[in-house]
């Protein structure tokens, strides 16, 4: 799976939009961009997936670019309960052939801290 | 509600002894995981279970062993043989057709 690389920290302030960078230089063209989060002491939540078309849910959006090298999570509405550590990990759709590539490779993230 | 549950939340054992870490889920998934995490680290996959009656080791398999009896259950057990098992360990299941992963509470093991 591509290495990808995301900074530290960020702040944002409540209210207002929280826009999480990865950069992901090396990814195949198969490879999919997940994104998820952790609150402290908690197991990982899924937020959103996509391959080269923006995305949207109920909890983000994801913008690729259009090489695929980077993208940007977007959270519209940063409350209190969002500061998480967000993981961005860049893998291979599993299909029924891939029993060997289950493993979902965490790097350390970006805190992200929302500011009252 | 449909989830996965782990208990405890946290658990201490005295070093040398073996301890199974519960992990349950009722969302029909066919493969479960199990993950470990340390202090300020990302996962790193212990082993995983793709259907009843079969496990595959994952990164760091030794010093743990698992069973996968029910489709519902996938317990782990961290032997005397895993030489720093103070972790944060979490297991996760995923629907067949699917690629994410839903992930349990975690387990916080101590040894002391």
């Known amino acids: 799976d591509a290495k990808t690389t995301q900074p530290p920290s960020m702040d944002c302030a409540e209210g207002r939009a929280a826009n999480l960078p990865c950069n992901h230089s090396t990814i195949s063209g198969n490879e999919y961009v997940y994104w998820y989060r952790q609150i402290h002491s908690q197991g990982p939540q899924y937020i959103i997936h996509?391959?080269?078309n923006n995305e949207t849910n109920e909890m983000a959006s994801l913008i690729i670019t259009e090489d695929r090298k980077s993208s940007t999570l977007i959270l519209p509405h940063a409350t209190l309960r969002d500061t998480a550590v967000y993981y961005c990990i860049v893998r291979v759709a599993l299909l029924i052939s891939n029993f060997g590539n289950e493993k979902l490779t965490f790097g350390t993230g970006t805190r992200l801290t929302i500011i009252p | 509600d449909g989830g996965i549950t782990q208990s405890p939340k946290y658990l201490f054992r005295k070093e040398g002894q073996n301890v199974t870490l519960s992990c349950e889920q009722n969302l029909n998934h066919d493969a479960m995981y199990w993950y470990r995490q340390d202090p300020g680290q990302g996962l790193r996959l212990i082993y995983y279970?793709?259907?009843?009656?079969?496990?595959q080791k994952g990164d760091i398999a030794e010093g743990y062993s698992v069973s996968r009896e029910k489709k519902e259950s996938f317990p782990l057990t961290v032997t005397s043989a895993q030489k720093n098992p103070t972790a944060f360990y979490l297991c996760?299941?995923?629907?067949?057709?699917?690629?994410?992963?839903?992930f349990g509470p975690g387990t916080r093991l101590t040894v002391l």
């Open positions: 279970s793709q259907i009843v009656n079969d496990f």
């Open positions: 996760a299941s995923r629907g067949d057709g699917y690629n994410e992963q839903f």
């Open positions: 996509g391959l080269k």
